[in-house]
Each structure stands twice: as C-alpha cells, then as structure tokens.
C-alpha cells in the first residue's frame, strides 16, 4: 500500500513539473509582421496575444533575440528598429547610405546583421553601425552561423556568399541565385531554396552542395528543425507543407493550404519540432506538431510578410528609473536615452511642477543624453514611458495563476487515482 501511494505522489509531482515548465516558458511564442496592417505582434504560447507594436510602415522582416528583444525592419523609411519583448522602442538606425532592408539575421550577442539593397551591415545592440560591407544586389536573406560567420543570399547577383564577422568573404558560389535560407546548427550545414531551377539544396560550410532535393513549384520558404536537422518546405503553388529528413528525404506532405508562404519553427520543451504557418489566401496562420498534425488555426491574420518564433527563454534585462524634475514643463518633448537597457521608466517626483531628466548614467556605460527615443509629457504629472513592468508583472501574475491551477489539478489527480487503485484493490 505504501508503494502505491508512493507511486501517485511522484506521478503527481511529475505532472505538475511538467505544468510548471509548461507554465512559465516563452519558448513557441510568435512575432509577426504584417505591413499592410503597419503592425508588429507578438503571441504568446499560449496563443495570447501578448504585446501590439503599431504605426509601423511597411515591416518586411522581424528578428527575435535571446535577450527578448526584437528587431524589425521598415522597407519603405530605411529604418531597422529595436523593441522590448513588451513594444518599448529601444533604438533605432537609419541613414541615406543604406536603402531597403530586406532582411535580418541576429548573432548570439544580440548585434543584428541587416541585408540592404547594395550592403550588408552589421549593427550592435545598441543600434550603432560597427561594420558595413558592399558589392550585393538585393540580397533576399541572411543567416548567422555558431561560428558567428554570415551567409547571403545575393540574389540579383546570381551568388551564394558566406563572409567572416569582419565582413571577408570565405566562400562564394556564383551563378547559383538563391531566394531563403536555414540553417542547421549542430551540422552546420545550410539549406537553401534555389531561384531557379525549383529546388532545394543542402550546403557545408565550405560552400559544398551536399544534397538536392525536387519536386517543388513555387517554393517560397523553408525552416530548419533544430532537434533533428529535418526541413519544412512551403511548397506554395501545390498548396502544401513539404516535410523533408536531414538526409534529403521527403516524410510527409500536407494540404488544407492554400498558397503557403512564410514558415518559422521552434523546439518545445518536449524536444518536438513545431511549426508555424501563414496560409495566405486563408488569411490565416497555422501551428502544426512534429508530425504535421493541426494543432491551431488561427483566423484573420493576412499579408503577413515575416514570422520569428521564441525559439530560446529569453534573459530578462533589470529595469532603468530615470527621474525628471525642474527643467522641463508638462508638454515639453523629453529625450530619454537608453543605450544599455531594455526598459525605461520616468517617474514623477511628488512635489515638482516641472520637469528634468537626471541620472542618465549607470555602471554600463550609457552616455548621457544618447536620444533613442522621444515622449511628449501628459499635461497630468504622470509616467511618460511605459516601462514594460506592469505588463511583464501581469504576464508574470498570469503564468504563475495558471502554475497554481496545474498544480492543484496535478495532486486532485493523484489522489483520485490512489483512492481509485485501492478501490479495485480491496
């Protein structure tokens, strides 16, 4: 008897350990960009919609980092945006020498490197240019390598390029026009659809094509599979999701798509693949299983143009308090520097009728007054930046109510199980 209730007690256990991971993790959550909508979203796992970034022109791509920030492209204004995972604009880069950003790749570091019309550039976290390199023409993707080495997609020049982090080029593969990319981490190999000839092909790092694989019309995008290096295929004009092994392989085709364009994965924490889908004359984004199985469609979702799924927990950064006292009145235009943090929080101080920015510097070097972004004051003497914390404290509240629930569910469960075993026993 008292092994059996030994047994329920760690069966118990086991499942709200399971809720628990459950619970509190962000990875599968999805950033979307939508440009005729001028918007970027954020969903969350659990299929919330968890944070809206709007008035946005023309979004072309979205780049989601380790530390939970997000990158984002504007093709129309050149622009190459920093946000918060809760929307707060952190930086923001652009310059008459760089037009049309077509694509983004982030490194482990958070430093992002954004595919132009003619350059490829490098752009620190902070949102400052470090290194720039020219000679491409329309580049259509790009791809960061563990080695921190930068693959390119140059495709109005016909050429597969893979440069160093200094910008010198290792390897180029010319007449060979490339559209998208993925690329495989624990092989460090690179999959790439072909602009041409309708085909998908599989490349070391030496620049080496590995594999070819057919049988596709119209291919418009593709996304590796971290755990076992397998590829989904949107396969548009068949209408279908393409399921192709690490070995060239194809396992699996799947239909109820109509023109499949834009796909992005994730590993759970299961370790299953799982993919998200724009289905676009659906108007509709799809979640499928490792097993290409429906898990959610998810309706009213049209002209999306980008996805970049939480593939990794993201690394909190500490909140900024900046104070504002004498110098400036209510309706004044405040620059709020923010070079090193994630978040920015003004204050009111209780007995000022004006205001003024103080304490900019902290220990990480942030220089004074650095504009990243700029808040008109309320007339009312109230916060004129939203720091994210309230939003995450709820976010917070929300996963830990539903770890509650879990766990609660998880012992009621256990000890029905024993009172039932016993029953039967007895």
């Known amino acids: 008897m008292k092994k059996s209730f030994l047994f329920f007690i760690l069966l118990s256990f086991f499942i709200f350990y399971i809720?628990?991971?459950?619970?509190?993790?962000?990875?599968g959550g999805l950033w979307i960009a939508q440009p005729e909508q001028h918007q970027l979203i954020l969903i969350s796992?659990?299929?919330?919609?968890?944070?809206?970034?709007?008035?946005?022109?023309?979004?072309?791509?979205?780049?989601?980092?380790k530390h939970g920030r997000v990158w984002v492209a504007e093709k129309n204004y050149h622009l190459i945006l920093q946000y918060s995972a809760h929307g707060d604009l952190l930086s923001q880069f652009q310059t008459q020498k760089y037009r049309q950003p077509?694509?983004?790749?982030a490194d482990a570091e958070g430093n992002v490197w954004v595919a132009y019309a003619k350059n490829v550039?490098?752009?620190?976290k902070e949102g400052k240019e470090v290194l720039s390199v020219s000679g491409f023409a329309a580049p259509q993707d790009i791809e960061v390598t563990t080695s921190n080495e930068i693959w390119v997609a140059d495709t109005a020049n016909r050429r597969l390029v893979k440069l160093n982090d200094a910008g010198k080029e290792l390897?180029?593969?010319t007449n060979f026009p490339v559209r998208k990319m993925a690329y495989h981490k624990n092989t460090d190999t690179l999959w790439v659809l072909?602009?041409?000839?309708?085909?998908?092909?599989q490349i070391s790092r030496d620049g080496t094509q590995l594999l070819k694989v057919d049988g596709f019309f119209s291919p418009s995008d593709l996304a590796v599979c971290q755990n076992d290096g397998s590829v989904w295929v949107a396969d548009t004009n068949h209408n279908q999701l393409a399921h192709v092994s690490s070995a060239g392989k194809e396992l699996k085709?799947?239909?109820?798509?109509?023109?499949?364009?834009?796909?992005?994965?994730y590993v759970?924490?299961?370790l299953h693949c799982n993919i998200w889908a724009f289905d676009q004359n659906n108007d509709q984004l799809v979640l499928l299983d490792s097993n290409g199985f429906e898990r959610e469609r998810l309706d009213h979702y049209s002209n999306v143009a980008a996805l970049s799924t939480i593939k990794e927990e993201v690394v909190e950064i500490p909140l900024t308090t900046i104070n504002l006292s004498e110098e400036y009145r209510p309706g004044d235009i405040v620059l709020v520097g923010n070079a090193s943090q994630d978040v920015v929080k003004v204050e009111k101080i209780e007995d000022a009728k004006n205001w003024k920015i103080s304490n900019l510097e902290n220990e990480e070097g942030m220089e004074k007054n650095e504009v990243v972004a700029e808040q008109r004051i309320d007339n009312i003497l109230e916060n004129v930046v939203d720091s994210g914390k309230d939003k995450m404290n709820e976010t917070g509240d929300e996963r830990y109510r539903a770890l509650l629930i879990y766990g609660v569910i998880a012992v009621a469960f256990g000890i029905f199980l024993y009172t039932l075993f016993s029953r039967k026993k007895s």
Do not use: G, W, Y
């Open 19 to 27: 809720s628990l991971v459950k619970a509190t993790s962000l990875i």
């Open 268 to 270: 759970d924490e299961f």
């Open 194 to 201: 072909h602009d041409t000839d309708e085909t998908m092909v």
């Open 121 to 124: 550039v490098l752009l620190s």
């Open 102 to 105: 077509q694509a983004l790749a």
């Open 171 to 173: 390897v180029s593969l």
């Open 253 to 265: 085709r799947v239909d109820e798509f109509r023109l499949p364009k834009v796909l992005d994965t």
């Open 45 to 65: 796992p659990e299929i919330n919609v968890e944070a809206t970034i709007t008035q946005l022109d023309n979004p072309t791509a979205v780049e989601q980092t």
